[in-house]
C-alpha cells in the first residue's frame, strides 16, 4: 500500500505532500529501477546520453532568475555549462561553470560577488541537471522505488549539496517522462513545485525535451506565482569543447 506522507501543519498551509511513503525492500526498489531504465531506453538510452559530447541550444526562458533568450554551451559529461546573451542595451552577458564555481561577464569584464557566483553556478547547474532527465534519476547515488506501473521515486542518499532532493516521476504509455512533483531543498523544504514537458524532440537518436513547464503544486502558491517555462531552439549535439570556454577568465580567479 502506498501512504503519503501528510503532516497537520503542511496540510493547514500548503496541504499534503505527495510524496508516497514506500517499503524499504528490495522489491520496491527493482520495480522503481525497472522504471527508470525504461525511462532512459525512452529519451535515447544511456549510451546515447554518455556520448553526447557538448550540446548547444538556444533556450526562452519566462519567469525569474534566466534571461529570456541566450546561447548555450552545455557539457553534460563534466556539468559545465556557458550561457553568453545581448541585452536591449547592447551590453554582452556571460555565465560561466566549469563544475566547481560561476563566473559572470558584462561586456568582458568580471562584474559579480561571490555570492552572486554562486547563484550563477547554481542557476548554469540547475540547467543541466534538467538537461540529463531522466538519465539524472540513474546517477550513482540515486535510489529508485517504485510506486506503480507508471510512477516511480527518485531519492538520493549522501549526494551534492542537497541530498535530500527527491522526485516523483510520472511516465508516459512510451515511457518517456510525462510529469514530476519534486522537492529541491536547496530552494525549500515546504514547497512542491511540478514539471511537465508538453514538447520533445528527437535529435541524433536523443529525445530532448524542448518545452518545459514549472509551477508550484499547490493551487494557492501557483496563482501567485509567475509563470515559468523554458522553450529550447537550435539544439546540436556533439559539438566541441574548450576548458577555457568554461574557466573564469584570470583576472576573475
Known amino acids: ?17 505527495a510524496r508516497p511513503a514506500l517499503r524499504d525492500d528490495s522489491d520496491v526498489h527493482a520495480r522503481g529501477r525497472a522504471l527508470a531504465l525504461a525511462a532512459a531506453a525512452a529519451h535515447g538510452g544511456l549510451d546515447r546520453w554518455r556520448t553526447l559530447g557538448g550540446v548547444r541550444m538556444h533556450l526562452r526562458a519566462s519567469g525569474p ?10 557539457d553534460p559529461a563534466r556539468n559545465r555549462a556557458v550561457a553568453r546573451w545581448r541585452d536591449a542595451r547592447g551590453h554582452e552577458h556571460e555565465w560561466r561553470h566549469d563544475s566547481r564555481r560561476g563566473t559572470e561577464l558584462d561586456d568582458g569584464r568580471c562584474t559579480a560577488g561571490k555570492r552572486r557566483r554562486a547563484l ?39 549526494v551534492g549539496d542537497t541530498p535530500d532532493d527527491w522526485y516523483l516521476v510520472t511516465l508516459a504509455p512510451d515511457r518517456r517522462v510525462a510529469h514530476l512533483i519534486y522537492m529541491t531543498t536547496g530552494f525549500s523544504r515546504v514547497f512542491e513545485l ?41 539544439v546540436r549535439l556533439g559539438q566541441p569543447l574548450d576548458d577555457a570556454a568554461f574557466a573564469p577568465p584570470r583576472e576573475c580567479s
Open 1 to 17: 500500500m502506498v501512504r503519503s506522507a501528510c503532516p497537520l501543519l503542511l496540510v493547514a498551509l500548503f496541504g499534503c505532500s
Open 65 to 74: 532568475f534566466y534571461p529570456r533568450d541566450a546561447d548555450y554551451l552545455f
Open 120 to 158: 550563477v553556478g547554481g542557476l548554469l547547474s540547475n540547467l543541466l541537471f534538467w538537461l540529463g532527465v531522466p538519465f539524472k534519476f540513474l546517477d550513482e547515488g540515486a535510489i529508485q522505488w517504485g510506486v506503480d506501473a507508471d510512477r516511480f521515486l527518485v531519492t538520493y542518499r549522501g
Open 194 to 234: 511540478e514539471a511537465a514537458w508538453p514538447e520533445y524532440r528527437v535529435i541524433d537518436g536523443l529525445v530532448v525535451g524542448a518545452r518545459r513547464r514549472i509551477r508550484p503544486r499547490n493551487k494557492f502558491w501557483r496563482w501567485l506565482a509567475p509563470r515559468i517555462e523554458y522553450q529550447a531552439s537550435d
